[in-house]
């Protein structure tokens, strides 16, 4: 059993050499936040960097034809291993727009860490230890979250996937340069468990003053493309009661998504948005937004959403505009393996919280018994180059995934 004596300084001085190197890699000089989009030039040098630390390792190499990477120590078999098969960690590279440096990458650089302490101690997989990276996690270029994992276990179809754009209209099978091989039963069925470690997005560990948590749950979350059209015109000319204005539709939207939100507890965001012809002196053909919405219940995420399409379209009639609604990703609530998450939090001495944050842990718990341990957050800001974590909790978090790996996959 790995002994909790691991000493900090030693962790701590090869977690921030790790950290550094990722450190500059996509960061934006102005926000100080990260712009590390799939198969953009920051990524593929975080993916280049990951093909390094595997090999540095002598792991083998893997990828799944979606865009996923896996490294493994121990021979990574394939077929069904049931519950002996393989325990996968790891998380993913890419971030929002202006994002925190945490987010996804701590996960990785944990994984990797968190096998040479178990080497370290002289430890040897009994069962294969896979690290995964998946791709566009944050939907922050394609606009689905978790494609990579989505496309791994089979919960989109690869040809939605692969007809996915970005701003430029670059297609996701462009970018991967491949149509997406799509599920992987062949590796999913060779799991036994993946267990995720993250930043936590929000301050119960701060509160708490633990620097390491296990997930309990993760809230039913979606999000939905609002197509407002109205009819475009001129800002001077046009006499106020002629206009058929979808900023107006929108405006009110966005306000009674906050409103629909806080009366049931639940969270609403509209962060993103398009105006066309986006010019200041035309009245807008059409505004497209698009709604976050998340809630502890799925019957309060259904009844919030349907509350605001109903409120919304009332709006667009009195407005003269019309309302599309597009459903782009939904997340069913993910209740993690107690079983699983009870035996980490006990082995980690750890609390157990919910997060109203999505995972790829989110998509693989439909799979494998899974788990997540989030690592304290001292700002609670997340999705901003605010948010922080402390070179000694990410110690600690190293050390608790180093654990929880030694508890379920090592002799
Ligand atoms: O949006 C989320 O909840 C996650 O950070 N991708
Ligand atoms: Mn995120
Ligand atoms: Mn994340
Ligand atoms: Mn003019």
């Known amino acids: 059993m790995l002994s909790h004596s691991v000493e900090e300084g030693p962790l701590v001085n090869r977690f921030r050499a790790c950290w550094d190197e990722l450190a500059p890699v996509g960061r934006d000089a102005g926000s100080g936040g990260y712009l590390r989009y799939a198969f953009t030039p920051p990524e593929l040098r975080l993916r280049d960097w990951f093909r390094d630390q595997a090999a540095a390792r002598g792991m083998a190499l893997t990828e799944d034809g979606n865009g996923n990477l896996f490294a493994w120590w121990g021979d990574p078999g394939t077929g069904d291993a049931g519950s002996d098969g393989a325990i996968l960690t790891g998380s993913h590279f890419d971030s929002v727009p202006h994002g925190g440096a945490y987010d996804g990458p701590l996960g990785i650089v944990s994984a990797f860490l968190a096998i040479d302490e178990l080497r370290a101690a002289g430890m040897a997989p009994a069962r294969p230890v896979g690290v995964a990276a998946f791709v566009e996690e944050e939907g922050g270029r394609f606009g689905v979250p978790c494609l990579g994992s989505r496309l791994f276990a089979g919960a989109i179809d690869p040809d939605r996937a692969a007809a996915l754009t970005d701003a430029a209209g670059t297609t996701f099978a462009a970018a991967l340069g491949r149509r997406p091989a799509g599920?992987?039963?062949?590796?999913?069925?060779?799991?036994?468990?993946?267990?995720?470690?993250?930043?936590e997005q929000g301050r119960a560990l701060a509160e708490v003053g633990a620097p390491v948590g296990v997930a309990s749950a993760i809230w039913p979350h979606g999000r939905w493309r609002l197509?407002?059209?109205g009819e475009a015109n001129h800002a001077g000319t046009t006499r106020m009661a002629d206009r058929r204005d979808p900023m107006l539709t929108y405006a009110f939207t966005v306000l009674a998504a906050n409103k629909e939100a806080r009366l049931r507890g639940a969270h609403a965001t509209v962060g993103r948005v398009r105006v066309e012809p986006n010019a200041t002196n035309?009245?807008?053909?059409?505004?497209t937004g698009w709604l976050d919405a998340r809630a502890a219940e799925p019957e309060t995420l259904t009844e919030l959403v349907a509350a605001l399409r109903t409120k919304a379209a009332e709006r667009a009639r009195r407005d003269g505009t019309e309302l599309v609604v597009v459903e782009e990703s939904a997340t069913p609530p993910v209740a993690f393996d107690t079983d699983l998450g009870a035996r980490l939090a006990r082995l980690l001495a750890a609390p157990a919280l919910p997060t109203a944050a999505g995972h790829d842990a989110g998509v693989l718990a439909g799979h494998v018994p899974t788990a997540m341990l989030f690592v304290r957050n001292p700002t609670g800001v997340s999705h901003s180059p605010a948010e922080a974590a402390?070179?000694?909790?990410?110690?600690?978090?190293?050390?608790a995934l180093a654990e929880v790996l030694a508890e379920l996959a090592c002799r």
């Open 183 to 199: 599920a992987r039963p062949d590796l999913l069925g060779n799991l036994g468990g993946y267990v995720e470690l993250h930043v």
């Open 227 to 229: 197509e407002f059209t």
């Open 282 to 287: 035309a009245i807008p053909s059409r505004v």
């Open 390 to 399: 402390g070179d000694a909790d990410c110690a600690a978090g190293v050390r």
